[in-house]
């Protein structure tokens, strides 16, 4: 099968849109839609300058999504003073796993020639996930735990980095997962959250109070949001990056493996359902942030560690708590 757009052979079809392309016009189809999010997003201010540089930290984890997204945001702004680029990587403590993707994230960032940060849950909280998922004190998934764990660090060291933005690599499939997944569970909070983590144009500070953003919080942003996994994974193999494709071996999110299945199915049979989940949601989550715009809790700062929280001992806290008491 020829490519729609030249003679070469084409090496992916998107059912979605009908389009079959070769190599070299994915990879640039790819590329365009990151960064038309970046401009639509706003995410580079219009008085970014060379003396007031943007610093964006990427949540690198050596995967194949932080993988692409650095390598696409890096070749974009490589000769752009108004960017700063730094890569902040987590190793959870997961034996035989996070080595190798650490490994992947260290010749990316060489290659690439930005500051690479590495943290680790042991150095931070004197933990590694291995034992974690041992000793279980509030029997939860392992994923949990992590979650709590890697957004205060992620939180914390982007502030420390002076960061004005920062970056994961979240893709279409796992935003649509989370939104279905908000949806189904009627958490119309979640919701209204979920659109201050980068469903919305960044647009200064009026919009910033509009929705419910907090001086304690970097912003975040999903450059990565409009592209689906597989074609991820297709980009980071035709482009020959260090990605590390192997999945955690404490990953057990039930749930969101079976909205995950559900999606499939639902893309293989109405292509395009994805795309329209996003599009709906993201006008859903605008909404319901105005909604809760002045319902913000105020934040008080944890006992033991100073993080916003709205209670005596932030969560990260909590649970280290119910670690060591184990």
Request: proline fraction near 4%.
């Amino acid at each position: 099968m020829e490519c729609d757009k030249c003679p070469s052979e084409a090496v992916m079809h998107a059912a979605y849109s009908g389009l079959h392309m070769c190599e070299e016009h994915f990879c640039a189809s790819v590329e365009k839609r990151v960064r038309r999010r970046v401009r639509e997003d706003n995410l580079l201010p219009d008085d970014a300058s060379i003396d007031d540089p943007e610093t964006w930290v990427i949540g690198l984890s050596g995967g194949k999504d932080s993988v692409v997204l650095t390598e696409i945001l890096a070749d974009t702004f490589a000769e752009d003073p108004r960017i700063e680029l730094i890569a902040l990587s987590i190793h959870e403590g997961i034996e035989g796993y996070r080595d190798e993707s650490l490994d992947a994230s260290k010749e990316l960032t060489d290659e690439l020639e930005i500051q690479h940060e590495i943290v680790t849950y042991e150095d931070e909280f004197d933990v590694q996930m291995d034992d974690v998922v041992e000793d279980d004190p509030e029997n939860m998934s392992a994923c949990a735990y992590c979650g709590v764990f890697r957004r205060d660090i992620l939180s914390r060291y982007a502030a420390e980095l002076d960061a004005d933005k920062l970056l994961t690599g979240h893709n279409l499939d796992d935003e649509a997962e989370t939104a279905l997944m908000n949806f189904l569970e009627g958490d119309i909070r979640k919701i209204s959250q979920q659109f201050d983590a980068s469903l919305g144009p960044f647009d200064g500070a009026e919009a910033s109070q509009t929705r419910g953003e907090r001086e304690e919080f970097v912003p975040r942003a999903k450059p990565l949001r409009d592209v689906p996994e597989k074609e991820v994974a297709l980009y980071a193999h035709l482009r020959n990056l260090p990605a590390h494709i192997t999945e955690c071996p404490h990953a057990e999110e039930a749930f969101r493996g079976e909205i995950q299945q559900l999606l499939y199915k639902l893309e293989e049979k109405h292509p395009g359902t994805r795309h329209s989940i996003m599009a709906g949601y993201e006008q859903l989550a605008g909404l319901a942030a105005t909604e809760y715009d002045d319902d913000n809790p105020d934040l008080d700062e944890c006992e033991n560690c100073g993080s916003p929280t709205t209670g005596e001992q932030c969560r990260k806290c909590g649970l280290l708590a119910a670690l060591e008491a184990v």
